[in-house]
């Protein structure tokens, strides 16, 4: 995340310099790069002093929770989520619904695997099924492959292992017990990270077995190996980032909107100025002015009194007749006003004034 940060104030400030936007947008982006790179850093700096060595529970009759952990082995990090329950009460158990329970944890025993005929991934063991009012105990013949847990050994021969899997539901208080014996055929995993998933099943096997406990204590070993647990922290930098980015573009948006806005106001205006200008201009030329010559009396006449309030057709009319002073051709001047207003009326007016203003305004109509 770091990278897009710091990418994204590059660009914030590629465009300051170059103004291919507006500088509002360009700012709220370098803002909200800082902001979410300097989080990030204080952030990243700050996990890395915080180690975890136990989780509290919640109370009896609190609820319960999902604590996201970064498990540290060597070199090597890994995200891991555990539910942590809270302690609980002993139920009373349902003798009827044993035959039920069995049927629904028989469809989910193979877990990741296909079926039992070929189990390269851990098994799903349940010590309680929610709902059912029963404990489950689990036990095979073969602990070295596969684990009370569902967890598969390191040593599983390649050409495979039948492992006995027996089951028992018993109620608590009670005398009831129900029993079930399967096999299941056991093969190496082919999955690279058959470790962390090793350890994932043993922190929930942990959990649970411990649910009667206020506290939850992490393992330091696992395996041969040592590990650091720390509180992982999520990364919300980014939405700092995003807020900016998007405020960026809200405030761009609103720019060219305003931008489309005055356009249009110009416009309107020039329509509502054309009538007035094409007056004046017949009356200068009926009273015997040449077209430049009208043209430049009445630019010159706006030009003495602007500072009351400009006028934007006015304000064109001024520009050609300036340009004519400083040697564009009457035609060129003619013809650059109305590529610059855009206004149709305007754009036919100085298209015949460019017809005629070699020959005088004979034959001009207006």
């Known amino acids: 995340m770091a990278v897009v940060y710091i990418a994204g104030m590059g660009v914030s400030l590629f465009f300051l310099l170059k103004k291919k936007i507006g500088k509002k947008s360009a700012i709220i982006i370098m803002a909200g790069s800082v902001i979410a790179l300097f989080l990030y850093i204080t952030g990243a700096l700050g996990q890395q002093k915080e180690t975890l060595e136990e989780i509290e ?32 009460y002993t139920d009373q158990e349902l003798l009827a619904l044993s035959e039920q329970l069995w049927k629904e944890v028989e469809e989910k025993i193979p877990g990741e695997n296909k079926s039992l005929d070929k189990v390269t991934e851990s098994l799903y063991f349940p010590e309680e099924v929610d709902g059912y009012p029963f404990l489950l105990r689990w036990h095979t013949d073969a602990p070295s492959l596969l684990s009370a847990e569902g967890q598969i050994g390191e040593d599983i021969p390649r050409e495979g292992s039948i492992v006995e899997i027996r089951l028992q539901i018993v109620k608590t208080g009670s005398d009831f017990k129900a029993e079930r014996t399967f096999f299941a055929n056991l093969y190496p995993s082919e999955r690279e990270d058959a470790f962390w998933k090793r350890l994932e099943k043993s922190l929930i096997g942990l959990e649970k077995n411990s649910r009667m406990s206020q506290r939850y204590i992490l393992p330091d070993h696992f395996e041969g190996h040592t590990i650091i647990f720390r509180n992982k922290k999520e990364e919300k930098s980014y939405l700092i980032f995003l807020l900016a980015v998007g405020a960026s573009i809200a405030v761009r948006a609103g720019e060219k909107r305003e931008e489309e806005n005055g356009k249009k106001r110009r416009l309107q205006e020039m329509e509502l100025e054309y009538a007035d200008m094409i007056a004046r201009m017949a009356m200068l030329i009926g009273a015997g002015m040449t077209i430049s010559g009208a043209f430049k009396k009445i630019a010159g006449d706006y030009g003495k009194r602007r500072q009351e309030r400009k006028k934007p057709l006015y304000e064109e009319l001024l520009i050609t007749s300036r340009e004519m002073d400083s040697g564009i051709s009457e035609g060129k001047a003619y013809q650059n006003l109305g590529n610059r ?12 004034l460019a017809q005629y203003h070699k020959s005088g305004s004979f034959g001009l109509k207006l």
């Open 57 to 88: 529970r919640s109370e009896k009759a609190g609820k319960e929770k999902t604590v996201s952990l970064e498990a540290e082995v060597g070199e090597e990090k890994k995200t891991i989520q555990i539910q942590i329950l809270p302690q609980e």
């Open 341 to 352: 207003c855009h206004l149709s009326c305007l754009m036919r007016f100085t298209a015949l």
